[in-house]
C-alpha cells in the first residue's frame, strides 16, 4: 500500500452517517516511533487519516492509494512517549467519519528501557460478547477511573465458538471500542481463534484483523511470522506465543525463536511471556492430562526459565489461578517439591514479603491462569504450585513501576481478590562466596530490591533457601579482601550488624535504611551468615553481594 500526504482539508468533511463505519477505528502494532490504524467501512472507499499533537489541529494527513472496505495505515516519524490525536474518514470525497476529536488519541511508547509507570491490562478468554464480559470491562474501567491502559492483551479464545469475522465484531469490536481507539491490542492466539484461521499460512479472520509485528518492528527478534512475535514497551520485553498450532517439539521454528529472542541484548528490566494454553491448571483443563498442556510445560517453559523470564500468563482453564516462584518443575503436579520453590511465601508485602526476582537463568517465575474474563466454570483448583485458586471472573491489571511489579486480580465486581509484588534484583550487583547459589542448600539466593539511593528507606537485601533455616546474620562493611576470615571472605570495616530471624520456607529480609550524607556515596559490601541445623557445623556462609550506593 502507498500512502501519499496530501493537504489538511483532505478531512475537513462533515461527520459521516454513522452506518459507513462498520468497526473502528483501533490501533496495532505501536511502537515509540510508529503507530497503524485500522478501521472497516461498509463499501470501498479511499482512506484518509489525520493527526497532530491537538485535537483542533491536526496537521498531518495519510491517504490510501485506492479504495477499499478495511483500511490500514501506519504513522511514522512520531515521538517516544507522546500523544497523538488523530481522525479518520474518506479521501475522495472528503468526509469525515470518527475522530477530530478529544477522545481519539493515543500515546506512544517510550524508547525501550525507560522506566516510566506501565499499566498491561489482561483479559483472558473473554470472546463470550456476553453481559460476564462486559461486567469485567466494567470493573476494569471503574478501577482505572476511565483511564485506558498503557498496555492490552489478551490470551486467547478472543472470540466464540469459532474466532469468525462476525464472532470478533460482537466479542472485540462491539464491547470495547472506546479501549481499541486509544490503545494498541496485542493478541494471542487461542484453539477457539484457530478454527477458522491457520497458524502455518497467516490465513483467516484473525490474521486478516490483526496487524502483528513478524519483522521484529516493535523490538526483539523478528518471527517471521504474526502467529507469534514480540515487542518492547519501556523496561518491558514482552513475548508471545502460539500454543495452538505451531509446533510444541523439535523440529519447531516457534521454539528456535523463543530461544533466540530470548537471548538477545535488550534494555528491558522485565521479560512478560503470554500464551494461550496454561503449563500449571486444574481449572476447567488439567494440565496433567492434556498433551498441549504437557508439551507446553515440557518444552517452553524450560526455554523461558532458562533466559529469566519473570511473568507467564495464560488463559484456556476458565478460573484463576496463581503460583508461587518457581522454577524446574516440567513433570506431573505430584512431582513438584521444594527444589522447585525459589519462594514459597505468598509474595505480598503484608504477608510473607514480595517475590524477589533477577534476569538471571532460573532465578524464579510467578505463573498466572487468567481465562476468567468471559465465563467462570471453576474445577478442582487445587494444582500444588498455585497459591491462590479462584473460581471467579476478572481480569488482570500489572502494574509496573522501575524495579517493582504488581499484579492484581480484579473481579467482575471491580474488587481486588489477590495480588503479588515481584521486586526486581539489581542489575550490576555483583555476588560473592562460596558454593553456586540456588544450587546447594547451604548456599541461598541472595538479591538485592529498591534501588540503593541515598536516603532511600525501602531497600532491602533478601535472603531465599529451599528448606528452613533458623537465624540470618547479615554483616555490612566499606571494603573486602579474599585473606583468610569468615569463609575466606573478610571485610576491611564493619560498618553495621543485622540479625533476621528466618521463617518456616527459609526467607529472611534485611531492610536497609541507607545513609543520605553524599559522603557515604559509593560501594558497601554485605556478607551473610545462616544458622543452619543440616550444615556439618550449624553454620553456613552463604556469601554476600556488592551494592553501589548513588
Known amino acids: 500500500m502507498t500512502v501519499v500526504i496530501l493537504s489538511l482539508l483532505l478531512l475537513s468533511g462533515s461527520p459521516a452517517p454513522a452506518q459507513q463505519l462498520v468497526r473502528g477505528p483501533y490501533l496495532q502494532k505501536a511502537t515509540p516511533h510508529t503507530m497503524t490504524v485500522r478501521w472497516r467501512t461498509d463499501a470501498p472507499v479511499q482512506g484518509g487519516l489525520a493527526v497532530g499533537l491537538h485535537w483542533t489541529t491536526l496537521d498531518r494527513i495519510l491517504t490510501e492509494d485506492e479504495p477499499r472496505t478495511d483500511h490500514e495505515i501506519p504513522i511514522d516519524g512520531l515521538d517516544p512517549a507522546t500523544t497523538y490525536f488523530y481522525a479518520i474518514g474518506n479521501a475522495a470525497p472528503a468526509l469525515l467519519l470518527a475522530g477530530r476529536d478529544p477522545d481519539h488519541s493515543f500515546r506512544t511508547p517510550p524508547t525501550p528501557g525507560r522506566r516510566n509507570p506501565i499499566r498491561i491490562w489482561v483479559l483472558g478468554d473473554s470472546g463470550r460478547a456476553n453481559a460476564g464480559a462486559r461486567a469485567v470491562r466494567d470493573a476494569y474501567l471503574a478501577f482505572a477511573s476511565g483511564h485506558a491502559p498503557d498496555v492490552w492483551l489478551m490470551l486467547g479464545d478472543n472470540a466464540y465458538q469459532s474466532g469468525t469475522d462476525s464472532e470478533y465484531q460482537r466479542a472485540v469490536f462491539d464491547l470495547y471500542p472506546s479501549i481499541l481507539r486509544?490503545?494498541?491490542?496485542?493478541?494471542?492466539?487461542?484453539?477457539?481463534?484457530?478454527?477458522?484461521?491457520d497458524a502455518a499460512t497467516e490465513t483467516g479472520p484473525y490474521f486478516d484483523m490483526f496487524s502483528l509485528p513478524r519483522q521484529a518492528e516493535a523490538g526483539g527478534v523478528a518471527s517471521g511470522t504474526e502467529a507469534y512475535y514480540s515487542f518492547d514497551h519501556g523496561n518491558v520485553h514482552f513475548v508471545c506465543l502460539d500454543s495452538s498450532e505451531s509446533p510444541l517439539v523439535q523440529p519447531s521454528a516457534m521454539l528456535d525463536w523463543i530461544a533466540a529472542d530470548l537471548a538477545s541484548p535488550r534494555a528491558a528490566d522485565w521479560t512478560i511471556a503470554f500464551f494461550h494454553h496454561p503449563p500449571y491448571t486444574k481449572g476447567s483443563h488439567d494440565s496433567d492430562r492434556e498433551r498441549t498442556l504437557i508439551l507446553?510445560?515440557?518444552?517452553?517453559?524450560?526455554?523461558?526459565?532458562?533466559?529469566?523470564?519473570?511473568?507467564?500468563?495464560?488463559?484456556?482453564?476458565?478460573?484463576?489461578?496463581?503460583?508461587?516462584?518457581?522454577?524446574?518443575?516440567?513433570?506431573?503436579?505430584?512431582?513438584?517439591?521444594?527444589?522447585?520453590?525459589?519462594?514459597?511465601?505468598d509474595g505480598r508485602e503484608s504477608g510473607d514479603g514480595a517475590y524477589a526476582t533477577s534476569s538471571a537463568p532460573r532465578?524464579?517465575?510467578?505463573?498466572?491462569?487468567?481465562?476468567?474474563?468471559?465465563?467462570?466454570?471453576?474445577?478442582?483448583?487445587?494444582?500444588?504450585?498455585?497459591?491462590?485458586?479462584?473460581?471467579?471472573?476478572?481480569?488482570?491489571?500489572?502494574?509496573?513501576?522501575?524495579?517493582?511489579?504488581?499484579?492484581?486480580?480484579?473481579?467482575d465486581l471491580a474488587q481486588v481478590r489477590d495480588h503479588v509484588t515481584l521486586r526486581r534484583s539489581l542489575p550490576g550487583v555483583g555476588h560473592y562466596g562460596v558454593g553456586t547459589p540456588g544450587t546447594d542448600a547451604v548456599v541461598p539466593l541472595i538479591d538485592a530490591v529498591g534501588e540503593p539511593l541515598l536516603g532511600s528507606a525501602t531497600f532491602a537485601i533478601v535472603v531465599r533457601n529451599a528448606r528452613p533455616l533458623a537465624r540470618a546474620t547479615l554483616v555490612?562493611?566499606?571494603?573486602?579482601?579474599?585473606?583468610?576470615?569468615?569463609?575466606?571472605?573478610?571485610?576491611?570495616?564493619?560498618?553495621?550488624?543485622?540479625?533476621?530471624?528466618?521463617?518456616?520456607?527459609?526467607?529472611a529480609v534485611f531492610s536497609l535504611p541507607l545513609p543520605a550524607d553524599p559522603e557515604r556515596a559509593g560501594a558497601f559490601y554485605a556478607q551473610i551468615l545462616i544458622e543452619d541445623p543440616v550444615a556439618a557445623d550449624g553454620v553456613a556462609l552463604t556469601g554476600g553481594l556488592e551494592v553501589e550506593i548513588h
Do not use: C, K
Request: aromatic share 4%.
Open 182 to 197: 486509544r490503545v494498541a491490542l496485542w493478541p494471542a492466539y487461542g484453539n477457539h481463534d484457530a478454527l477458522s484461521a
Open 363 to 411: 532465578s524464579g517465575a510467578v505463573y498466572v491462569v487468567a481465562g476468567s474474563s468471559g465465563i467462570s466454570t471453576g474445577g478442582p483448583l487445587d494444582h500444588p504450585a498455585m497459591q491462590v485458586s479462584l473460581d471467579a471472573m476478572g481480569s488482570l491489571v500489572l502494574d509496573v513501576d522501575a524495579t517493582r511489579l504488581d499484579v492484581l486480580f480484579l473481579d
Open 296 to 345: 507446553m510445560r515440557e518444552n517452553v517453559v524450560p526455554l523461558l526459565e532458562s533466559h529469566g523470564v519473570d511473568l507467564v500468563l495464560a488463559g484456556h482453564s476458565h478460573s484463576y489461578e496463581r503460583s508461587l516462584l518457581l522454577d524446574g518443575h516440567y513433570g506431573h503436579s505430584s512431582t513438584l517439591g521444594p527444589g522447585n520453590l525459589i519462594d514459597g511465601g
Open 476 to 507: 555490612a562493611g566499606r571494603g573486602r579482601s579474599a585473606s583468610p576470615g569468615e569463609g575466606g571472605i573478610h571485610l576491611t570495616s564493619e560498618a553495621f550488624r543485622m540479625e533476621v530471624t528466618t521463617g518456616a520456607r527459609g526467607r
